[in-house]
């Protein structure tokens, strides 16, 4: 399940910006979001119907039509997931990635969040969330989680630190409710962690020294004064174009 430093080190950094807490225990290592996205599929099982956003990023469907589960591709409007088609659909685990969908640029609103939510209360389902990138939101205060919002213990969490580090870190984690946590130790427990031990210790301390932090601060940072570049030169065209009617 990985390094008990680096499990650690997770669990009090979900407290302190995505508002999840969790003991260390029901954090998964793993190598890359993709691997976790299978070992899903071994947990909930494959007789499951799989509801994903459409469009979507590519590898969400390519992973799990290689583990042979029936999907069901759900449209997205400007906020979400369309709700007629949530409404229509046979799914019982949707995975979602609420931040920002890949290719789209959708951001679920909070509304949405709590449509997702619902929904899953009703049917008895189960939702994926995928938070891709998340950190890097342009947000003074983070956006809530559907894990953290839920309570019903319904939701898996999952994020990645290929994007928050470097590509060349294949490192995820997956945060597990109580329940779907005793049947992981039960049903794959066997499995040995497939991320070296010296890059969990590794991104562990960068964690716990505050380092990690530090980077994802000044990465907000720049990228908000892009954010403020590209409105004034925005801003200066249009007043450039009136200038040559005048």
């Given at each position: 399940?990985g390094?008990?430093e680096l499990?650690?080190?997770?669990s009090r950094?979900l407290?302190?910006?995505r508002?999840i807490?969790?003991p260390f225990?029901?954090?998964?290592?793993?190598?890359g979001a993709?691997?976790?996205y299978?070992?899903v599929?071994?947990?909930?099982?494959?007789d499951?119907?799989?509801?994903?956003?459409?469009p979507?990023?590519?590898?969400?469907?390519?992973?799990?039509?290689?583990?042979?589960?029936?999907?069901e591709?759900l449209k997205?409007?400007?906020?979400?997931?369309?709700?007629s088609?949530?409404?229509?659909?046979?799914?019982?685990?949707l995975?979602?990635?609420p931040?920002r969908?890949?290719?789209?640029?959708?951001t679920?609103?909070?509304s949405?969040?709590y449509?997702?939510l619902k929904?899953?209360k009703k049917r008895?389902?189960?939702?994926?969330e995928?938070d891709?990138?998340?950190?890097?939101?342009l947000?003074s205060?983070?956006?809530?989680?559907?894990?953290?919002l839920?309570e019903?213990?319904?939701v898996?969490y999952?994020?990645?630190f290929?994007k928050?580090?470097?590509?060349?870190f294949?490192v995820?984690?997956?945060?597990?409710?109580?329940?779907l946590?005793r049947?992981f130790?039960?049903?794959?427990?066997?499995?040995s962690?497939t991320?070296?031990?010296f890059?969990q210790?590794v991104?562990?301390?960068?964690?716990?020294d505050?380092?990690?932090?530090?980077h994802?601060n000044?990465?907000r940072?720049k990228?908000r004064?892009g954010?403020?570049?590209?409105?004034?030169?925005?801003?200066?065209?249009k007043e450039?174009?009136l200038?040559?009617?005048k």
């Amino acid at each position: 399940m990985g390094r008990e430093e680096l499990r650690q080190a997770i669990s009090r950094y979900l407290i302190r910006s995505r508002g999840i807490e969790v003991p260390f225990d029901r954090i998964i290592i793993g190598s890359g979001a993709e691997y976790l996205y299978g070992l899903v599929v071994e947990l909930l099982g494959q007789d499951k119907i799989w509801g994903i956003e459409t469009p979507s990023y590519m590898k969400i469907e390519q992973v799990y039509t290689a583990k042979g589960v029936e999907l069901e591709r759900l449209k997205l409007s400007k906020d979400g997931i369309k709700t007629s088609e949530l409404n229509n659909s046979k799914a019982n685990v949707l995975h979602i990635t609420p931040y920002r969908s890949f290719p789209s640029g959708v951001t679920a609103t909070p509304s949405k969040k709590y449509e997702y939510l619902k929904w899953a209360k009703k049917r008895g389902a189960i939702i994926v969330e995928d938070d891709f990138e998340s950190e890097f939101t342009l947000h003074s205060k983070p956006v809530d989680t559907l894990f953290s919002l839920s309570e019903n213990g319904n939701v898996i969490y999952i994020n990645t630190f290929t994007k928050t580090i470097a590509p060349s870190f294949r490192v995820a984690y997956m945060v597990l409710p109580e329940a779907l946590y005793r049947d992981f130790e039960e049903k794959l427990s066997f499995y040995s962690c497939t991320v070296p031990t010296f890059e969990q210790l590794v991104i562990a301390k960068l964690i716990t020294d505050g380092a990690f932090e530090r980077h994802l601060n000044s990465v907000r940072r720049k990228r908000r004064k892009g954010d403020v570049k590209k409105v004034h030169t925005v801003k200066n065209k249009k007043e450039s174009k009136l200038k040559c009617f005048k």
